[in-house]
């Protein structure tokens, strides 16, 4: 529980995007059709692995899931995102600024561990073909899909709960726009030395180790590949595992260069930058990827399309 300071911090003013005030009608469209895009492409992938018996297997079950953290994810930020644009400005309570963090972090933890978990089907997949479907079966399907959501809105509860362990200090002003961790800690009394240790060590669990994971199974991928005879072969093993690889690319790559690479000495332009690209961004490519590059979505996608005009 959040204890008593000389002033006592209950509500913070998020600034969003002072520097281009003269743009903000234009900023709120882009990001607004952003948003509309991203709810778009992430609910059809829903719909179509749900609705269309072809694509009712393990990765696309998992696929469907990791469209729902990227909804989750994008709807905590972008509609209060958009007013704080338009209003120049807001002010957000303390409950409301960790619960904002809360619903963000947890869905973004949650993909970290589905990414893992799609790395570990194709996997299986390529590597052990013979006993995928013996293995990979609904039941182990449901389970790593819980387990996934389950460590990450647990793991977020734990960084929550050592949040609210530290005192607040003035100012309570957050040049931001949402209430994201490493801004917090700037408005903590506590040595920032310790804070920034606690958050790395609790991060290696939900954040390295799956990242090692997934090289792992990469490397074994991509050795079994290489031992396939034919080319065409393997450009076949290779297609099964690229949208996941773009996927994974793109969004540790967001999330190494926010939170790995030294934020200090980084502009708060270039802080809100890299924030938009795994807030806002990230949940819109990942859609794009699997349509753009997966030939069975597209298949089921333009099947949907024609039975519609033709009816």
């Not at 995007?17 to 903000?24: D, E």
């Not at 389970?143 to 609210?164: D, K, P, R």
């Not at 934020?263 to 930058?273: F, V």
């Amino acid at each position: 529980m959040l204890r008593e300071n000389q002033t006592t911090v209950t509500e913070f003013l998020l600034l969003g995007f002072p520097a281009i005030h003269n743009f903000k009608i234009l900023l709120f469209l882009v990001f607004l059709l952003i948003y509309i895009c991203t709810l778009a492409g992430n609910v059809l992938i829903i719909v179509l692995v749900s609705t269309n018996h072809q694509l009712r297997t393990p990765m696309y079950f998992f696929l469907s899931h990791l469209s729902l953290s990227d909804i989750l994810l994008t709807t905590d930020i972008a509609p209060n995102m958009l007013y704080v644009i338009l209003a120049e400005g807001a002010v957000i309570s303390l409950a409301g600024c960790i619960t904002q963090y809360f619903l963000f972090s947890a869905p973004a933890v949650a993909e970290c561990f589905l990414l893992t978990v799609m790395s570990y089907d194709r996997y299986l997949a390529i590597c052990h073909p013979l006993r995928y479907s013996a293995i990979m079966d609904f039941k182990l399907c449901c389970q790593l899909a819980f387990w996934s959501w389950f460590l990450g809105f647990m793991a977020t509860l734990n960084m929550v709960i050592f949040v609210c362990s530290f005192q607040l200090c003035n100012p309570n002003v957050i040049d931001h726009f949402f209430c994201e961790m490493s801004i917090l800690l700037e408005h903590f009394c506590s040595d920032r030395f310790i804070l920034d240790t606690v958050v790395f060590v609790l991060g290696i669990p939900v954040v390295v180790f799956p990242f090692v994971f997934i090289i792992g199974t990469y490397t074994y991928i991509f050795l079994t590949i290489l031992r396939i005879s034919s080319t065409t072969g393997r450009q076949k093993a290779f297609s099964t595992c690229s949208s996941h690889l773009a996927v994974v690319c793109t969004y540790y790559g967001t999330l190494f260069a926010k939170y790995v690479v030294p934020s200090k000495g980084q502009s708060l332009t270039l802080m809100k930058i890299t924030s938009l690209l795994y807030t806002i961004a990230t949940p819109l490519f990942n859609p794009i990827i699997y349509t753009l590059r997966n030939k069975e979505i597209r298949e089921t996608l333009w099947k949907c399309i024609s039975i519609r005009l033709h009816t």
